[in-house]
């Protein structure tokens, strides 16, 4: 079985704060994929970053980056200095690769608001 | 750049009713789902698609839903008999081959009155 923990229910910042977003995936698979998508007011599933089990590094793009500690299964996700278009929620996602088809699972959610 | 649609953006339906979603999925992209979205909480698989065939369906999959692919680019949900537990926004989504992401489209909001 697999499941996407998103502890933070709610997180609140001011512009121009760092902010990390945290996500734990429990799995027995070895190779798995996880994902960070932004849901803002409008609604619509964003994609913004991918990580695989097997990747070595932790990546940097933009403001946005993502570290991956797989001895803990965390996969938090930083967002540098915060803007007010940052606020949305903040959905955590991972299917393990295996035989599967990879259907998609997601964490329930953390709302971020950033003010200004 | 490739996207997700989903027709329409908002449907209203009365109890009992059936309604067809529609998605138009990216072109090259081999697997396909539909996922579920109560207003306020996490977004929840229903279907997998591949192959022109279910690969896998959840628990709220049941024989009220069905899915088709009914000529190379539509993809379709249909619900047979909608209950008001169905209101929901509706994802359609597409993926290109293992390990990578899914494209989401904008979502079709279902209200059931």
């Known amino acids: 079985a697999q499941k996407v923990t998103q502890a933070q229910t709610e997180i609140s910042v001011v512009e121009k704060e760092d902010v990390t977003l945290d996500c734990v995936y429990e799995?027995?698979?070895?190779?798995?994929?996880l994902f960070w998508y932004k849901q803002p007011p409008s609604g619509e599933l964003v994609f913004l970053i991918r990580?695989?089990?097997?990747?070595?590094q932790n990546e940097i793009s933009g403001r946005y980056s993502w570290n991956f500690q797989k001895s803990t299964s965390s996969f938090n996700f930083t967002i540098t200095a915060s803007q007010v278009v940052d606020s949305a929620v903040y959905f955590c996602?991972?299917?393990?690769?295996?035989?599967?088809?990879?259907?998609?699972?997601f964490g329930k959610g953390t709302k971020l608001s950033v003010k200004p | 750049e490739p996207e997700v649609t989903q027709t329409p953006s908002h449907q209203v339906t009365q109890m009992g009713q059936e309604v067809i979603l529609r998605c138009v999925p990216i072109s090259n992209h081999l697997y396909f789902y539909w996922y579920r979205q109560i207003l306020g909480q996490k977004v929840e698989f229903l279907v997998s698609?591949?192959?022109?065939?279910?690969?896998?369906k959840s628990e709220i999959f049941d024989d009220q839903f069905s899915v088709e692919r009914p000529d190379g680019s539509n993809f379709t949900l249909k619900i047979r008999s909608t209950k008001l537990e169905d209101s929901a926004m509706y994802f359609c989504?597409?993926?290109?081959?293992?390990?990578?992401?899914?494209?989401f489209g904008q979502g079709t909001r279902l209200t059931v009155v």
């Open positions: 698609f591949y192959n022109n065939e279910i690969s896998e």
């Open positions: 989504a597409s993926r290109l081959g293992r390990g990578t992401e899914a494209f």
């Open positions: 996602a991972a299917y393990a690769g295996g035989g599967s088809q990879g259907n998609l699972i």
């Open positions: 799995t027995r698979d070895t190779t798995y994929y």
């Open positions: 990580r695989n089990s097997f990747d070595e």
